[in-house]
């Protein structure tokens, strides 16, 4: 969702042992009572409007779910928040969509997510209530409640670690999609024109699955100090 973003030993101490200053200087939020975040029927139809976009959307409610504001950059695959931005967003509901790939859907496999290390880290660093993500038919929410700093540090870690094993698993498959279909278009045969079908059928399958995998280690370590929800939008 957001550029490069370092994990820092010294990022998570703040936040965790001293509450993260965001750019108006304040504490992070804590949160006591999850009624102030509970959106209203007109988030989750926004959110519904956005979930099919091949462009991301980032949209900030405050703690009565009124819209703020909400930046989009065109056909752009991610968005950035000025500091600006983040300070009026402390405290409040952030919710975006992961671009939607209208391809995999045609080859028969529903779009799906998750939130990467970055969001979670943006959230952290600037004290979103609850970070939210949307693609196709899923929602997605995060939210840090009581942080503990050494499980908080393996999470972080750990989900980084899966996110770069997927990424190079990923990469592999759409390596092996190009060549396949740069061979069928230069030979097309129906022997090559089967591999290519077959290597796409294999790249977004393995997507499906690497995705989970990560969904999964979310849903698993929750003892971190936050709650994470995957429903049907």
């Not at 870690?157 to 770069?164: F, M, N």
Request: aromatic share 10%.
């Amino acid at each position: 969702m957001y550029g490069a973003y370092e994990v820092s030993e010294h990022i998570l101490t703040r936040v965790l042992e001293y509450g993260i200053l965001n750019a108006g200087g304040e504490e992070m939020a804590s949160i006591e009572n999850t009624e102030n975040i509970t959106p209203t029927k007109s988030i989750r139809i926004t959110e519904k409007s956005i979930a099919r976009n091949s462009y991301e959307t980032a949209i900030v409610y405050d703690k009565e779910n009124n819209e703020l504001f909400r930046v989009s950059q065109g056909d752009a695959s991610a968005v950035e928040l000025t500091q600006k931005q983040w300070a009026q967003a402390y405290g409040m509901t952030l919710t975006h969509n992961h671009p939607f790939d209208l391809t995999m859907e045609r080859y028969g496999f529903e779009n799906t997510s998750a939130f990467s290390s970055k969001d979670i880290l943006r959230g952290m660093q600037y004290g979103i209530a609850e970070m939210r993500m949307v693609i196709g038919n899923e929602r997605y929410s995060f939210c840090w409640v009581t942080p503990n700093y050494e499980k908080t540090i393996q999470f972080i870690e750990g989900l980084q670690k899966i996110e770069a094993s997927a990424s190079a698993v990923i990469t592999d498959t759409k390596e092996a999609v190009d060549k396949a279909v740069n061979i069928s278009i230069n030979n097309q045969t129906t022997e090559n024109k089967n591999r290519a079908y077959n290597a796409i059928l294999e790249h977004y399958s393995t997507v499906v699955t690497e995705t989970n995998k990560i969904n999964q280690f979310i849903a698993d370590n929750q003892n971190a100090g936050y709650i994470f929800k995957k429903e049907v939008l």
